[in-house]
């Protein structure tokens, strides 16, 4: 079997079974699969709207994705995608409304800001582990609680006792008329090509940057890296770094895309967490997040109509998602049955 | 005589690239064949054709002369074809009879049956004269040990033919002993064996005949009665090889390393370094001789500025460099092949081409702006496979797939291509076969005819005695003596690097020959 007809016949195969066991888990609840898995569809391709939300719905998860991703390849476990999301969205929900500005430096610097209180989130940790050798799993997991219930008073302030911030102006807006006309006014906006774009940055860092050459060394052997003149924790805190701004940059699809503002929140979004997940799926590659992102946010959001249109309820709803998701990231053990399969054949 | 084994023209291809062609090995029954060739010849492929991994592109194998179709490793096993792994496959925290049944468990009613299996052990064990504990963990016990629960392990599962892969990288020179003993012990009673190995002393003495492959190819058998340690590395390597590299007088000339009283503490703060002083010249090579432990790996990490320096002072040229940052000092023209290739020498998921350039990819041309050109990156690694012999199936592959002599030279091309007035040398050929053993002490001596100051560290005495134009015998942080090979003997050397002093030994109060390069903590 060619190495080419194993990488398509893997995530295909991978995906059928998890629909095929998802399929059983309702049957066994007493639910309609064909109708749920129609619904399901529906809710991703089904019109154009669908579409649009699905992939607004993947533009997060695709930052979130990378962040966690750039951090693995140079050999940090990031965690803390998530506070540095939601310090991300605060960031960009202020800027974007607290001052006037033309479109055109309101919005990056909407955009930066959110870049940058992630950036922070992730220093933090980065700092402790270059110099005190803190692990930075631990510290990321903290910074996602501080994140978290810091924000929510920040909300309060900036609302003056409100739940939510006031909406940004339309200056700092990633809304599109024309894209949310396109898919019949979805809440589409223009925060894909952001998330595209960082794809191509991640990309550019690792491959081609003095700086990817660096961070990938580090985090490969930072024995050989340190025995080679580079700077280790210099390289730790510039890998969480980025890793941090992409998730801030995660957050801010989130303040001048979706939402327009911020709302306080009694828990995590779970973007941040999901985000691990993508990135896994992806193997680390910045295609490889596009891909896991895009599974994940259309799963996500397509799910949404599998309870209103096949009456399905939305724990068992959660239940068959977490299933495909299972079986995607237990490929590795289809590329294997499929290896044997085919070396069986070439035995006889 | 009939043949227990025969493999017969076996090729092997990955991509285009042939690790074995035409390799024809036929095994005799009560005999200890060995099968010998350098590191990367593909000695371990064919044996892993052997054992079932991999699948051959060509040929035959043949065992009591019926053809056989080796898939995986259980049909090996089932053919009576075991494995003594170079690298053991045991669980530490098991113990030997656990570790001997793992896969094959024995049960009765649902339950493990430990006592059966631990007596048949214990029987094989006294068969052999393994003397191996049945109820013993293995991390409670010696790598030689360890070992021997491997030949266990194969002859509990019924094999009549027995694998060796390098068996004795990691044991002392008793242990050493102890395994031929064992061998010979097991053809008497009627095993065959295959021994895996490039050391040529070992197929000397163990050996009744040798089959020899180069490059992927057979180059043909002999009866190692017939033969000698020449004609095989010659055999191996493919032309004549020098044990004694040649080389001519030393002209040193300016002194471009001095250290000055040097005090180098360890991670616990306790001192390894006790006002070292030493001093290479250009146009020399100092070896440094020594034990491991005396303080030649804080040494080293001081003068290349990995670890800092308690007091005095490290010169190279004109400049101090004493608490400097790495780079500052490579760049001051320090080249260093590191003592732990694999820990410092390379990043092994990185390629070829990226660990060429890993001393030099932040200057020109390799990068500028912020950018890598990848393209400068290739061509410089081609550059040094070409000029370094390295071989590698390209400059795209990654350094974990190179064998230890071709990740070796890597590093010293990557390190001599900067030209550099200092090189230091650590155990520059630990684990190397007789070929890039040659090969990298010629390339030590033309640093030196080049007017360059090498320094030498390496626990075999034979090495330093070899290349060395000076020998500075290191012993508990300081230097007892520098001689010149000329006017010493290993004798000698072994004494001072006991830590007797010159006196003490024209006394001749001990003239007891010690026993160094004790290599077992690799």
């Known amino acids: 079997m060619s190495n080419r007809l194993i990488n398509v016949l893997v995530p295909l195969i991978s995906i059928i079974l998890g629909l095929l066991v998802g399929a059983v888990v309702m049957l066994v609840s007493g639910y309609d699969p064909v109708a749920g898995y129609i619904a399901l569809w529906n809710g991703i391709f089904g019109d154009s709207y669908a579409i649009g939300e699905t992939i607004r719905q993947i533009s997060p998860y695709i930052l979130a994705g990378l962040a966690v991703a750039f951090a693995f390849r140079t050999g940090l476990f990031n965690i803390g995608v998530e506070g540095q999301l939601i310090v991300g969205w605060f960031a960009a929900a202020y800027v974007g409304m607290a001052f006037e500005l033309p479109k055109i430096i309101h919005l990056p610097l909407a955009l930066l800001a959110a870049a940058a209180a992630g950036a922070l989130w992730g220093l933090i940790p980065g700092l402790l582990k270059a110099t005190l050798k803190v692990h930075e799993v631990i510290v990321t997991i903290m910074m996602n609680y501080i994140a978290l219930h810091l924000v929510n008073a920040l909300i309060k302030v900036v609302a003056k006792g409100g739940f939510k911030t006031d909406k940004i102006q339309d200056t700092a807006s990633l809304r599109s008329d024309f894209l949310s006309e396109l898919t019949d006014f979805s809440t589409l906006h223009y925060g894909i090509f952001v998330a595209l774009f960082m794809v191509f940055i991640m990309w550019f860092i690792l491959e081609r940057m003095k700086l990817g050459y660096e961070l990938k060394s580090v985090g490969f052997n930072e024995n050989a890296a340190q025995y080679a003149g580079m700077s280790v924790k210099k390289n730790i805190v510039m890998a969480m770094v980025i890793s941090g701004a992409f998730a801030g940059l995660g957050g801010a699809m989130e303040a001048l895309g979706t939402f327009g503002n911020m709302s306080t929140r009694a828990g995590f979004t779970g973007i941040g967490f999901d985000g691990i997940a993508v990135a896994l799926l992806g193997a680390n590659t910045p295609l490889g997040v596009v891909f896991g992102a895009s599974l994940f946010g259309s799963l996500k959001y397509g799910a949404n109509n599998m309870p209103n249109a096949a009456n399905i309820p939305i724990e068992i709803v959660s239940i068959v998602i977490a299933l495909i998701i299972f079986f995607v990231a237990c490929g590795y053990i289809i590329r294997v049955g499929l290896q044997r399969i085919g070396k069986n054949k070439e035995a006889k | ?522």
Do not use: C, W
């Open chain 2, 1 to 522: 005589m009939e043949y227990v084994i025969e493999m017969l023209n076996i090729k092997k291809k990955f991509g285009t690239f042939y690790a074995n062609n035409n390799i024809t090995l036929q095994l005799k029954k009560g005999e200890i064949h060995a099968l010998l060739g350098e590191n990367g010849a593909g000695k371990s492929t064919l044996m892993n054709v052997l054992f079932g991994l991999y699948q051959p592109d060509g040929g035959e194998i043949r065992v009591k002369g019926k053809k056989v179709d080796i898939t995986d490793p259980n049909v090996a096993n089932d053919l009576g074809i075991g494995m003594v792994h170079q690298h053991f496959m045991l669980v530490e925290n098991l113990t030997v009879t656990e570790n001997i049944i793992l896969g094959s468990e024995p049960t009765k009613m649902g339950m493990l049956n430990i006592k059966d299996s631990a007596k048949k052990v214990a029987e094989i064990s006294k068969l052999y004269g393994l003397d191996v504990d049945p109820y013993a963990k293995i991390e409670d016990i010696s790598v030689g040990m360890q070992q021997r629960v491997e030949i266990l392990k194969t002859l509990y599962r019924g094999a009549e033919i027995l694998i060796f892969d390098e068996p004795t990288a990691s044991l002392t020179p008793q242990e050493i002993d102890e395994l031929i003993r064992i061998m010979h012990k097991l053809i008497e009673e009627g095993k065959s064996i295959i021994l895996i190995t490039h050391k040529l002393q070992e197929i000397m003495s163990v050996s009744d005949r040798v089959t020899v492959i180069r490059k992927g190819e057979g180059i043909g058998t002999v009866i190692t009665a017939e033969t000698n340690p020449e004609e095989l590395a010659t055999l191996m390597v493919g032309r004549q090889v020098t044990f004694k590299t040649e080389k001519g007088p030393s002209h040193p000339t300016e002194e471009i390393l001095k250290i000055d009283n040097l005090v180098v503490t360890d991670y616990r703060g306790i001192e390894k370094v006790k006002n070292l002083n030493l001093s290479v010249r250009r146009g020399e090579i100092v070896g440094l001789a020594g034990i491991d432990g005396n303080g030649q790996s804080e040494l080293i990490e001081a003068i290349t500025g990995l670890r800092k320096v308690k007091s005095g002072k490290i010169i190279m040229g004109d400049k101090d460099v004493t608490n400097k940052k790495p780079r500052q000092i490579t760049e001051n023209g320090l080249g260093h092949i590191p003592q732990d290739r694999h820990k410092h020498g390379l990043i092994l998921d990185f390629s070829v081409g990226y660990n060429a350039a890993l001393q030099s990819y932040y200057q020109k041309p390799f990068s500028s702006n912020g950018l890598m050109n990848y393209k400068e990156v290739t061509k410089h690694a081609n550059k040094l496979i070409a000029d370094f012999d390295v071989r590698t199936q390209g400059e795209h592959e990654l350094a974990r797939a190179l064998s230890g002599g071709n990740q070796q030279k890597l590093i010293i091309g990557r390190e001599v291509d900067r030209n550099p007035d200092l090189l230091i040398a650590a155990l520059p050929t630990r684990g190397l076969d007789v070929g890039a053993i040659e090969f990298i002490h010629k390339r030590l001596i033309e640093q030196r005819d080049q007017g360059k100051a090498v320094l030498l560290i390496s626990f075999e005495l034979d090495e330093v005695m070899n290349v060395s134009d000076q020998i500075a015998v290191i012993y508990d942080g300081a230097i007892v003596d520098t001689v010149t090979p000329a006017e010493t003997s290993e004798q000698e050397l072994g004494l001072f690097m006991a830590g007797h002093n010159k006196s003490e030994i024209v006394e001749g109060s001990d003239g007891a020959v010690l026993k160094v390069g004790d290599d077992d903590h690799v």
